[in-house]
């Protein structure tokens, strides 16, 4: 939450606010989108909306549902209704930056969040997010660890990812976590992976895997 507000504070300096409106300023628009209905996601819109209701701006909300052609129209949206900016976890690095760079040439101020970009970030007025690959090899890093004190014998590592919904992100973390294995000198068997970014779907793909491969006793989940 505390994320969100700093995206949205980002863009209120964008804007030309830093406090709450008084009588007689127009009032401002901003957009926040997510991309699924998840508790880290709902917990991205409550951070827009208690950062709406911190800076006394109007915040729309909206879930893309990770569809790519329904963010593209959500952005179409907004500009057309000449929002002051839109704040957004974005679905793809290639497809949603140009529409997002159409809107800032709009004169709508952009922020984004949950995503790493590649290239020259200074069209955004800010964004809040981290380092995937890192992440990934801290956690390999420190299983590294636990698998030498407490394993003997193979180590049969299942990955649980979401390559199938952002792939780039999906393998920042799982590449980062082999990494950290790699650099630690672990040696392992990567026997199994399934791709799943809600609970009830990765649950039973997991459970099957399991069944279907009773050998695993690493798993390195990173949906």
Not at 25 to 53: C, N, P, R
Request: net charge negative; with cysteine; hydrophobic share 45%.
């Amino acid at each position: 939450v505390m994320s969100l507000m700093v995206v949205l504070a980002m863009l209120m300096t964008a804007c030309g606010a830093g406090k709450t409106p008084v009588e007689g300023e127009a009032e401002l628009t901003i957009a926040g989108v997510v991309f699924q209905d998840d508790q880290f996601m709902k917990s991205m819109v409550q951070g827009y909306e208690d950062a709406g209701a911190k800076y006394g701006i109007k915040i729309l909300t909206a879930n893309t549902n990770n569809d790519q052609a329904k963010e593209a129209e959500l952005i179409q949206t907004y500009i057309a209704q000449g929002v002051d900016g839109i704040a957004i976890a974005p679905l793809s690095q290639d497809a949603s930056i140009p529409n997002l760079k159409e809107a800032t040439s709009k004169d709508i101020q952009v922020a984004i969040t949950n995503m790493n970009l590649t290239g020259d970030p200074s069209w955004l007025a800010g964004g809040y997010t981290s380092d995937d690959a890192t992440n990934g090899k801290i956690v390999g890093t420190n299983a590294a660890e636990f698998i030498k004190a407490n394993i003997t014998g193979p180590v049969n590592v299942a990955q649980v990812d979401f390559d199938h919904q952002i792939p780039e992100q999906s393998k920042a973390r799982w590449s980062g976590f082999y990494a950290g294995l790699d650099e630690a000198g672990v040696e392992y068997a990567k026997v199994a992976a399934v791709s799943a970014n809600m609970q009830d779907d990765a649950l039973a793909k997991v459970t099957d895997m399991l069944t279907a491969h009773p050998e695993i006793n690493v798993i390195w989940a990173c949906n």
